[in-house]
């Protein structure tokens, strides 16, 4: 069975392909910014964050390269990028155990900031994204799902920043942490479901099926 699909590149494909190159970059430039900026001031939701924003890029550059793959190997990477979106949540649970023990409230002025930025770059990436959730099953839907998802975790994430301020408790940091988690293993599920569709027998090619 082929690796790659033959069929000639539609104009979908390249606007796709376009989009997560975008993604891609500013995943990237903003990891670095927020990574920084949680080891500056000790944030969970921050931390976890941050290395959410690395995953997208590893996330959006395994996309491009199975864009041109026939849809049963589409599935087979979508199921390997349903594990590598639990990583995030798999770093979480250390930083937030860490945090649970010594619940100490970050910085609430640069939380807040941090999560402000984050939510720009990836309502940008949302909605970069949006118009070809639909297009090449779970690779595209893995990379509209990351997005959507972060945009609602930074906005936690700004919450917890005015909560910090108002308690002067760890707890709102390390509860949106969590919530991250939580919403990374969701994602992970779904595209799990959506590539498990695409490796069926049916989707499979003429040639491999003799």
């Avoid at 920084?36 to 944030?43: N, Y």
């Amino acid at each position: 069975m082929s690796i790659e699909n033959t069929s000639f590149q539609t104009p979908k494909d390249s606007a796709l392909r376009g989009a997560v190159r975008f993604v891609a970059l500013a995943n990237f430039v903003y990891f670095g910014v927020e990574f920084a900026v949680a080891l500056a001031i000790g944030s969970v939701a921050l931390f976890a964050d941050s290395i959410d924003f690395l995953e997208d890029t590893l996330l959006n550059l395994l996309i491009l390269v199975g864009l041109n793959w026939s849809p049963v190997w589409r599935g087979r990477l979508g199921m390997v990028l349903a594990g590598i979106l639990l990583i995030p949540s798999l770093a979480t649970v250390r930083t937030a155990w860490e945090k649970f023990l010594h619940p100490t409230p970050p910085d609430p002025v640069w939380l807040a900031v941090a999560g402000v930025g984050a939510l720009v770059v990836n309502l940008t990436c949302a909605l970069t994204l949006a118009r070809h959730r639909k297009h090449h099953g779970s690779l595209a839907k893995a990379a509209f799902l990351s997005a959507r998802n972060d945009a609602l975790a930074n906005i936690a994430i700004v919450a917890a920043g005015f909560l910090t301020a108002l308690l002067l408790s760890g707890w709102p940091d390390l509860i949106v942490g969590l919530g991250i988690l939580a919403m990374n293993a969701d994602a992970a599920r779904q595209v799990w479901i959506a590539a498990r569709r695409e490796v069926r027998p049916e989707n499979r090619e003429p040639s491999a099926k003799t």
